[in-house]
């Protein structure tokens, strides 16, 4: 590409910045000419300050860049942070730069005059710079200061230290940490670059506003709209219309918004006031006439930006999490499925081990009532007929084995026949629940051959919650324990119960081989992990084979947590 005059580049301003941010490619360079635009925009940083040209060029870049996800790549630790190679390796991973490229200024320690530089990204721990051959060695001190116009505001510093430094052909690439993490990027970036004034009125401020990926709105201390993005449907007027105009007098949808504690001017004079950002999720906004189905739904952030003494604005940013919203309702309704299935699961493995329990007395009936028939037909025509004690004796064998039965199928039809009127029960207590799953699991053989020790605490605290959720969970649990105590001649168990501050415990002790931590992997202990997302239930436990507790810790009112 041929060098061209500074009209030229002014004329094909937007051409020459859309080919910088899609290619990446920089016009040829003189001698060691420091930044690759400068030639065609004769520009020179320090001598002729900081041109509207550039400003267009880089907005241009930054707005196509913020409609792509930002790289994961890299990042530098602040000084008061690095400890570790391993710990810098995992800044890296959690924090993404912008790979914006900017002029800035700094001053290192060893020489006192201003420096130029190019960034090539930034992030909040730091940034990686481009200059000439210079004598920056790692661990020198750095001071960058934002340009100002002569009635603009003072300049802003702020510090850093050199990590690395790498030479690039006839450039150096360094690396440096700043002494504190910058909170906000973007502030930093819209400071460096100029006033507020300057940037409101700056022809490629709009263009801003609207590459950014959701509907913006920037509004004053005195909750005047200084700028709006044009791809939003909040403020369905044009943007410059509504400039100076007060957001409480707006025409604007988001009072519309329905959401706990949702107020527009409150959440914004708030912002202002703590100088701290907010988030608001899944607000709500109904259709009229339209089903609940129909309703969008959003989330609303306010971010205060400061770009110099007396110069606070908020930065409100509306996405559209619709889709989202219904795609966790789905879910939702499909976990309510899938854990209506489990509680037939849970009763299933009940009642199929009851069968095999129903099995013995059955067959000894039927046994009881063959022997009765043999005697009555052996004794046809005889003289001397069988003692009447014979007879009261098989008869009463086979109606306590008949009562066996029923206790059997009682318990079960009792408890199925509960589950089907719903989770009526609001108010649990761990001693009453611990009971009842006793008289669940007392059928079975197997669980009789347990000794099961109780300590329950008198007068215990009751909580809220779904009763046949914990009903299901400890069944589950007693039953997946009683499996590992098959192959013992000695089994125990021992049940407590308890009070911490404000907490209600149950502990369940037994002498089995110690379960598989974290219990959900346990086949037949999903159900843990529902109590927990469910009721924030705190689940422990503690020992190994022969000697393990599981505890659970419950707040006593649950009553902000329950979900129905």
Request: hydrophobic share 40%.
């Amino acid at each position: 590409m041929k060098e061209i005059s500074r009209p030229q580049a002014i004329r094909t301003n937007r051409e020459c910045s859309l080919f910088f941010s899609i290619t990446g490619k920089y016009f040829p360079l003189k001698g060691k000419n420091l930044y690759p635009i400068s030639q065609a925009f004769d520009f020179n940083p320090i001598n002729k300050g900081y041109p509207p040209i550039f400003q267009e060029y880089f907005w241009s870049f930054f707005c196509i860049y913020l409609k792509k996800k930002p790289e994961r790549t890299t990042l530098y630790m602040p000084a008061q942070e690095e400890k570790s190679a391993h710990s810098v390796a995992r800044e890296r991973r959690k924090y993404p730069r912008l790979p914006v490229q900017i002029p800035v200024y700094f001053k290192a320690n060893s020489n006192k005059e201003q420096q130029a530089a190019l960034t090539m990204d930034i992030s909040p721990y730091g940034l990686k710079i481009l200059t000439p051959e210079t004598d920056i060695s790692s661990g020198s001190k750095i001071q960058f200061i934002a340009p100002t116009r002569d009635a603009g505001p003072a300049p802003a510093r702020v510090e850093g230290r050199v990590i690395w430094t790498e030479k690039d052909q006839d450039k150096i690439r360094t690396g440096i940490a700043f002494e504190n993490r910058i909170e906000d990027v973007l502030s930093y970036l819209l400071f460096m670059l100029s006033s507020r004034d300057s940037l409101l009125n700056a022809p490629f401020f709009q263009s801003l506003l609207d590459g950014l990926p959701d509907s913006s709105i920037l509004v004053d201390a005195d909750l005047r709209i200084l700028a709006i993005s044009s791809n939003q449907y909040f403020l369905p007027c044009d943007p410059k219309l509504l400039r100076g105009e007060k957001i409480g007098s707006a025409p604007t949808i988001l009072k519309q918004l329905a959401g706990e504690d949702f107020d527009l001017n409150k959440a914004i004079s708030k912002c202002f006031f703590n100088n701290k950002p907010l988030h608001f999720s899944a607000l709500s906004l109904e259709r009229s006439g339209q089903g609940p189905e129909e309703n969008r739904y959003f989330n609303v952030n306010f971010m205060p930006l400061t770009l110099g003494p007396g110069q606070q604005m908020v930065l409100v940013q509306i996405k559209d999490v619709t889709a989202l919203c219904q795609l966790k309702e789905k879910i939702k309704e499909k976990n309510n499925a899938l854990w209506s299935q489990y509680k037939f699961l849970i009763m299933g493995q009940i009642v199929d081990e009851l069968l095999e329990d129903l099995i013995s007395p059955l067959s000894a009936v039927v046994g009881r009532l063959d022997l009765l028939t043999m005697k009555m037909n052996s004794v046809k025509g005889s003289e001397s007929p069988g003692s009447a004690d014979d007879w009261l004796r098989e008869l009463n064998i086979i109606s306590g084995l008949v009562d066996q039965i029923t206790e059997f199928c009682t318990v079960a039809a009792k408890r199925r026949e509960r589950e089907k009127l719903g989770s009526m029960e609001k108010t649990i207590s761990f001693n009453k629940l611990v009971d009842e799953t006793l008289v669940v699991l007392k059928p079975k053989s197997s669980f009789r051959k347990v000794n099961v020790r109780l300590n329950f605490k008198k007068d215990l605290p009751e909580f809220k919650g779904d009763y046949f959720d914990w009903l299901n969970a400890l069944i589950a649990l007693f039953q997946i324990i009683l499996k590992e105590m098959k192959s013992l001649s000695r089994k125990e168990m021992v049940v407590t119960t308890d009070v911490q501050d404000e907490y209600v415990l149950l502990s369940v002790s037994h002498n089995a081989r110690a379960l598989k931590i974290p219990l959900e992997k346990e086949i037949g202990l999903g159900i843990l992990e529902i109590l927990r997302e469910k009721y924030g239930v705190s689940i422990k436990t503690s020992g190994s084979n022969g000697c393990q507790t599981i505890t659970f810790r419950v707040k006593k009112e649950q009553e902000e947590s329950f979900v129905d």
